[in-house]
């Protein structure tokens, strides 16, 4: 090969090269610029780049976690004590000689439970022991001498009907059928739809709330930061919906004694977002019915409220947004108290489990 056939050979490999430097400062330019989203990277790069999701350093500020705070109690909870009142139910029994497994019943029921619209339940008494429980909760080995399907006589959308005790029925009765079982009822039709209608009056005077508004003095208005401290200090702690809660540590009654919500929409707070997080009021609220001895727990309410008060700078105002003196505390606290015992006089206690049951939260 000459000297000329060497220069061309040579130019080549020099023009290849600085085209292939040139193909790959485009390529990488191309990478760059799709990371930083200033043009789309439509997938048609041939050999494209893995590029992980830039993140914030949450590591670096103050982030509030909600703790895992079941929703429901678990089933070896509810076994202990829930079981069909005939006070709030209409009640299909179903009696055998031979104890029936859970899915042999619980498949049936779920079958057809569709058709009803009011809380619905269907129980069993524990195979040789008085222990009721709900199938639906229940281990998966557990059988039953005893089967009990219950209907809800009323709830905050009315009374039963006609057609819904006819539709329980016929459950029961495809129940009865499928197992080999009789059937007994706690009462007539008649008596059912009398005490609905009862328990609807019932639950129209009783299904209150008591609210306590903390509302800021002036700007600046209460932020994150310090709205969790203050409710630290309350003895509320962050959970479930996202907003505070006082936890019932006792037997009866719902999960929470009571609750702090932001006053504004949407009510609740972003754990991720506290640290930036600001509003001019928050409101705490119970529910009356919900929890055993009310006029206690509004009491402990309203040291709450205080304490919020003091340590963000507001004053406690009522649901009209008026200012809530002592004596107005007292007045609602007075209120509470009587409807307390007049929900007692009617033969279902604040904070038992029919009071839950038919005030739910």
Aim: proline share 6%; net charge neutral.
């Amino acid at each position: 090969m000459g000297l000329q056939g060497a220069l061309i050979i040579l130019g080549l490999l020099v023009v290849f090269a600085v085209g292939l430097n040139a193909y790959d400062r485009g390529r990488i330019k191309h990478r760059f610029l799709a990371l930083f989203e200033l043009r789309p990277n439509n997938g048609m790069d041939p050999d494209p780049v893995a590029v992980k999701e830039v993140r914030p350093e949450w590591g670096e500020r103050r982030v509030l976690r909600p703790k895992a705070v079941p929703l429901e109690p678990t089933a070896e909870e509810e076994i202990s004590h829930e079981e069909p009142f005939g006070s709030i139910d209409f009640i299909v029994f179903l009696p055998g000689s031979t104890p029936v497994i859970r899915d042999a019943a619980l498949g049936i029921y779920k079958q057809n439970e569709y058709v009803i619209e009011k809380p619905h339940r269907l129980y069993g008494q524990r195979a040789g022991s008085q222990t009721w429980s709900n199938l639906a909760k229940d281990k998966i080995e557990a059988s039953y001498d005893l089967l009990a399907l219950a209907l809800q006589l009323a709830d905050r959308s009315g009374a039963v009907n006609e057609s819904e005790l006819n539709a329980i029925t016929q459950i029961g009765l495809k129940l009865a059928d499928a197992l080999n079982r009789p059937t007994r009822f706690n009462m007539t039709f008649e008596q059912a739809l009398e005490r609905a209608v009862a328990l609807d009056k019932f639950c129209a005077s009783f299904d209150v709330i008591a609210t306590i508004n903390v509302v800021a003095d002036s700007a600046p208005a209460f932020r994150g930061p310090s709205i969790e401290r203050a409710a630290q200090d309350a003895h509320l702690e962050f959970g479930s919906r996202n907003i505070f809660h006082r936890k019932n540590t006792g037997k009866g009654g719902s999960r929470y004694l009571y609750s702090l919500a932001n006053l504004y929409h949407p009510g609740s707070f972003d754990p991720l977002r506290l640290d930036v997080f600001q509003t001019q009021g928050l409101t705490l609220f119970m529910s009356v019915p919900c929890v055993p001895d009310p006029a206690i727990v509004f009491g402990e309410m309203a040291d709450s409220a205080r304490t919020l008060a003091r340590r963000l700078g507001g004053k406690l105002f009522d649901q009209d947004r008026k200012l809530l003196t002592e004596a107005g505390l007292a007045a609602i606290k007075a209120q509470i108290q009587d409807i307390g015992e007049r929900m007692t006089t009617h033969g279902i206690a604040p904070g038992t489990l029919n009071a839950t049951r038919l005030f739910p939260p």
